[in-house]
Antibody, heavy 119, light 110 residues
Framework: EVQLVESGGGLVKPGGSLRLSCAAS????????MTWVRQAPGKGLEWVGR??????????DYAAPVKGRFTISRDDSKNTLYLQMNSLKTEDTAVYYC??????????WGQGTLVTVSS | QSALTQPASVSGSPGQSITISCTGT?????????VSWYQQHPGKAPKLIIS???NRPSGVSNRFSGSKSGNTASLTISGLQAEDEADYYC??????????FGGGTKLTVL
């Protein structure tokens, strides 16, 4: 059974940093493309960024609002995906989901972790 | 990249069929067959219900179907059931090597 468990969310001040983790199990993590999607309170879904598998180059792509501030990485030895968030803004407040990506869709989702950026 | 356009809400009675539209541009919906649909119940994570325009993942009811014409994709739910009441989101790959979601549609089963 595929399981994705996010952690690391919490309250942070504007300008601060936070690192989210996503522990994966039930599939071959090293072969998977992985994505972060966020959802602000009461709002819709927003794609944050994606990392390819190392065999496909391990490259990353990001949405414009987070490019240059957020970094996605992976540790295949630990079956874990990361999202390093720097220079956080109040508009980054959201539930952050990690997902697997197959073709053009996000097929498995974690339960999400809440990040609140507030002074 | 602007969000894809979905109606804010749709409604239908049990047993009826409804269709949710998702309108983009030739740089996203119209340019690629990478349109997917997600169902989200309150307080829950989204669930994939349609991938690659019209493919249903294993375990998803055949009451859900997807299609695309030009820059508009559509999700049809037939034989509406109370459990279908949820928010629905479309998503598409874009020419900027990113993904974009629709604003979401709230489905009410009357």
């Amino acid at each position: 059974e595929v399981q994705l468990v996010e952690s690391g969310g919490g309250l942070v001040k504007p300008g601060g940093s936070l690192r989210l983790s996503c522990a994966a199990s039930g599939f071959t993590f090293s072969n998977a493309w992985m994505t972060w999607v966020r959802q602000a309170p009461g709002k819709g879904l927003e794609w944050v960024g994606r990392i390819k598998s190392k065999t496909d180059g391990g490259t990353t792509d990001y949405a414009a609002p987070v490019k240059g501030r957020f970094t996605i990485s992976r540790d295949d030895s630990k079956n874990t995906l990361y999202l390093q968030m720097n220079s956080l803004k109040t508009e980054d407040t959201a539930v952050y989901y990690c997902t697997t990506q197959r073709s053009g869709s996000f097929d498995y989702w974690g339960q999400g972790t809440l990040v609140t950026v507030s002074s | 990249q602007s969000a894809l356009t979905q109606p804010a809400s749709v409604s239908g009675s049990p047993g009826q069929s409804i269709t949710i539209s998702c309108t983009g541009t030739s740089s996203d919906v119209g340019g690629y067959n990478y349109v997917s649909w997600y169902q989200q119940h309150p307080g829950k994570a989204p669930k994939l219900i349609i991938s690659d325009v019209s493919n249903r993942p294993s375990g998803v009811s055949n009451r859900f179907s997807g299609s695309k014409s030009g820059n508009t994709a559509s999700l049809t739910i037939s034989g509406l059931q109370a459990e279908d009441e949820a928010d629905y989101y479309c998503s598409s790959y874009t020419s900027s090597i990113t993904w974009v979601f629709g604003g979401g549609t709230k489905l009410t089963v009357l």
